[in-house]
């Protein structure tokens, strides 16, 4: 592979755009969209909105499938979540590349991590910077310089921007698989490390909700006619963590346990919270048959066991369509100076979706950065447009036919 008069046209659109491909994600930053914050992603999403409109393409608002929360009290209750944005170009063209972000953040409403600030380094400081609102404007810059390349017709693009990745995109799922199932090569904007390495093979991961119920009784006067949801719950927590060190590569993170009351009462209800993460499909199908036997078997009498959640994202293999799409990517890295490698990561994101869809995908083309989902996040101005010249010119790569993505397509399907 080269870099053709008419690839170098659309490299130096980006480049000459590098001021507000940076401040537009600086200014979607300064605006709180915690996953849990329906004005803040409301706000947010209108933004993202006009921000489209400079690609000619279709945008739409899509519904996003309700799902279901457990509350500390052990009450199961219905959630709604924003709507995702949908934006298409060409859907009829031959090849259909798939890009997707997320504009949820970790950080709610009430924190006091808002706004972003330069570093002494010259690091942006803010929250979402690299997770990734900078992300998605690193992909719609490559975007809006792609669709000056004399050949994108030959490829037809559909981008999702979800409200949900950072819980688990518990409503976003099924618009994931949808795309994943009808593309032939995803592109997806978490922020790279710091020094440019992309995720190879990423786990599987699952999170769970037991509610522990009990009987009340007074302590005092009547504690063996009671059942201590709180200590049940402790000793189901006990069994969970010993699950670590029983199979390769799988742990089990008991993340927090909540319940009980007054200290004269014996506590009703309580619930544990945890995540899996699994190294294939193996171990996924192995902790899913033992969280369930754990979750059939109360502690001692009085007790029930009500198990919620699941596996949430497939393990993502270095299987033979990824092994294929990460060489193109690294030899167009090359053209641009840009040495790229990669490692395996025990994180997660919307490429598992992708990829358990049948959808070959690089996950990590947003910015460079790090210290995600802490006060210390943090992204490198300069990775913007360089970044944004790495995702143009595999689109069009991928328009010339040098990076093969029906073939790519084909290899994953022979692997599912």
């Not at 017709?153 to 999702?160: D, R």
């Amino acid at each position: 592979m080269r870099i053709l008069p008419t690839d170098q046209d659309v490299l130096d659109h980006v480049a000459a755009r590098e001021a507000a491909i940076v401040q537009r994600a600086i200014d979607w930053s300064n605006l709180n969209s915690g996953s849990r914050n329906a004005a803040g992603l409301e706000t947010l999403l209108s933004r993202l909105e006009v921000a489209a409109q400079g690609l000619n393409a279709n945008c739409e608002r899509i519904g996003t499938t309700p799902s279901t929360s457990i509350g500390d009290d052990g009450v199961v209750r219905q959630d709604v979540h924003a709507d995702a944005l949908k934006i298409t170009q060409r859907s009829d063209a031959p090849v259909q590349v798939v890009l997707t972000g997320h504009y949820d953040t970790v950080f709610p409403a009430e924190s006091a991590f808002q706004s972003v600030t330069t570093r002494p380094d010259g690091a942006l400081n803010g929250p979402g910077i690299a997770d990734m609102k900078g992300g998605i404007s690193v992909m719609l810059a490559a975007l809006e310089a792609f669709e000056t390349h004399p050949d994108r017709a030959k490829v037809g693009w559909t981008v999702l921007l979800s409200p949900d990745e950072e819980i688990g995109s518990p409503a976003s799922a099924p618009l994931l698989a949808e795309l994943g199932g009808s593309g032939h090569v995803g592109m997806t904007y978490e922020p790279a490390l710091a020094d440019g390495t992309l995720a190879g093979a990423r786990k599987g991961s699952g999170n769970y909700h037991l509610i522990v119920t009990g009987k009340a009784a007074h302590a005092g006067r009547a504690f063996h006619e009671g059942a201590n949801a709180v200590a049940g719950a402790a000793i189901v927590t006990a069994r969970l963590h010993a699950l670590n060190g029983q199979r390769e590569g799988v742990t089990v993170n008991v993340a927090k346990i909540s319940g009980g009351g007054a200290l004269n009462v014996v506590a009703d209800n309580a619930v544990v919270r945890f995540n899996v993460r699994v190294p294939d499909a193996q171990a996924s199908a192995w902790i899913s048959e033992t969280v369930c036997q754990i979750a059939s078997e109360p502690p001692f009498p009085g007790l029930t066991l009500e198990l919620h959640g699941g596996m949430t994202r497939a393990p993502k293999p270095m299987d033979a369509s990824q092994t294929a799409l990460f060489e193109v990517v690294r030899q167009t890295g090359a053209l641009l100076g840009q040495t790229l490698a990669w490692k395996p990561s025990g994180g997660v994101c919307e490429g598992n979706n992708l990829h358990a869809a049948g959808l070959p995908n690089i996950d990590t083309l947003g910015v460079l950065g790090g210290d995600i989902h802490s006060d210390q996040e943090f992204a490198w101005p300069a990775s913007f447009v360089e970044r944004a010249q790495l995702s143009a010119l595999i689109l069009c790569k991928i328009a010339s036919g040098e990076i093969d993505a029906l073939k790519l397509k084909s290899q994953r399907l022979e692997t599912m």
